[in-house]
Each structure stands twice: as structure tokens, then as C-alpha cells.
């Protein structure tokens, strides 16, 4: 049987066009863990409603008019910092994706994502992690890979203590059972750490996971 959180997600949408916003009202209508708290049209107004509702999750557009969603991400920063700003756009532009990593953003999902991949993205920066898509993490990882500072930055704050820990085990050669005794976790849940980091990191061979692993630091190269 599916299960939800407990805890409400409070969510502030933010997008210059009525019909995005219609559209994602309907697709969050029937779970009730995540409730729309409030709405704005472009950046100013999305500055009044996160000062005055503090929402869990801000769903930010980017092209917005009076003031855009880069703009607004840098002072929603200073303003409200425990919210979440999960940017949902149609740029697919490295730029975009970097700009609004550097700036905070804890995902970033297009606007032709499914119902259920946006969901997800909510959920998963509501609990203090990080959901960018396929498209969006390549450019970060490839920014990554060639020397970008600031996406190596970004890239260190990017798993969570758990995740580091179970790839540090993946990289040392450990199978999941080994993992699952050492950490004290369940195999099913190594497992499904194991794809999540695959699917956040965009890597889908061990292989890649140590090389990746190294990179960071989290283990020493042989």
C-alpha cells in the first residue's frame, strides 16, 4: 500500500502563466501531503508571499516579468533560508542550471516532467535533498569534471551523510549485504540507496560510483 509523509510540505508556486499554475495544482491535488499555501506571478511577489507564508518548498520559475527567478532565488536566500527553492522551468541551458545551483537551488525539474518526477523533486528537497533531473545534473557533473569551482562546491554539499557513507562502502568494494551489516540497515534499503545514487549522481556502473567516490575524496585511490 502506497504511503505518504506525515508532515505537510508547504508550497509556494511561483510562475508567470495561469495554466502552469492550473496544471500544477491538479497534478498535487490528490496528495495531501503537499498543499499550495500560496501563489505569485513573478519574483517581487514571490519575495512578499515567502516573507509572509515561510513555505517549505518554493517552486520557482525562471522567465518571469518585473523580476526573474535568478534574481529572486539570490534574495529569497537572505529572506526566507530554510525554505527550499526547487526551480521548474523549460530552460534546459547550462547556464540556467548552474547559475541556479550556485545560487541555492536544491532542484531543478523541466516543465514537461511527469506528474510523478515532480512530485518526487518536492519531496525529495523538502527532506533537505537534492533532485535535478537527468539533463540538468550532466551539465553540473560535466561542469564538475572540467574544473568548474563553483559546481564543485555544490557537488560536496550534495549527499547526505547516509548516501556518503553507503558509496564510500560501494567504492571499497563491498556487496550490499556486506553494506546492509556494517551500516545496520536493511538490504532492500542499501539497495535503494544504491539506485539513488546512481540516479542522482547520473552514474550507472559501480565503476563510475568509485571513480566518482575518489574524485570527492570519500575514498583514497589505490
Known amino acids: 500500500m502506497e504511503t505518504h509523509p506525515t508532515h505537510v510540505i508547504r508550497l509556494l508556486l511561483v510562475d508567470d502563466h495561469p495554466v502552469v499554475r492550473q496544471g500544477i495544482r ?3 491535488r490528490a496528495k495531501k501531503h503537499i498543499r499550495i499555501v500560496g501563489e505569485a506571478s513573478n519574483g517581487v511577489e514571490a519575495l512578499e508571499q515567502a516573507r509572509k507564508l515561510r513555505p517549505d518548498v ?3 520559475d ?23 527553492i526547487l526551480a521548474l522551468t523549460m530552460h534546459d541551458k547550462k547556464e540556467y542550471v548552474l547559475r541556479m545551483a550556485q545560487l541555492g537551488a536544491r532542484g ?4 514537461d516532467a511527469s506528474p510523478s518526477e515532480l512530485i518526487e ?16 545534473l550532466r551539465h553540473i557533473l560535466k561542469d564538475y569534471v572540467g574544473g568548474g569551482h563553483k559546481s564543485a562546491q555544490f557537488l560536496s554539499s550534495e549527499l ?8 564510500r562502502l560501494i567504492a571499497e568494494g ?4 556486506e553494506i546492509a551489516e556494517q551500516l545496520c540497515l536493511n538490504h ?35
Do not use: Q
Not at 522567465?63 to 525554505?83: T, Y
Not at 544504491?194 to 585511490?221: E, Q
Open 26 to 28: 491538479s497534478s498535487l
Open 62 to 84: 525562471i522567465s518571469m516579468p518585473v523580476m526573474n527567478g535568478l534574481e529572486a532565488a539570490k534574495r529569497l536566500r537572505k529572506i526566507v533560508p530554510k525554505s527550499k
Open 160 to 167: 547526505s551523510d547516509r548516501e556518503e557513507s553507503v558509496l
Open 188 to 222: 532492500k534499503t542499501v539497495e535503494t540507496y544504491r539506485y539513488r545514487l546512481m540516479r542522482k549522481l547520473n552514474l550507472h556502473r559501480v565503476a563510475d560510483l568509485t571513480k566518482f567516490a575518489v574524485s570527492r575524496g570519500i575514498v583514497k585511490p589505490c
Open 58 to 60: 518554493i517552486l520557482l
Open 174 to 177: 563491498l556487496t550490499n549485504k
Open 121 to 136: 523533486a518536492v519531496e525529495t528537497v523538502s527532506a533537505s535533498e537534492v533532485f535535478f533531473s537527468p539533463e540538468a
Open 108 to 111: 531543478y525539474v523541466f516543465k
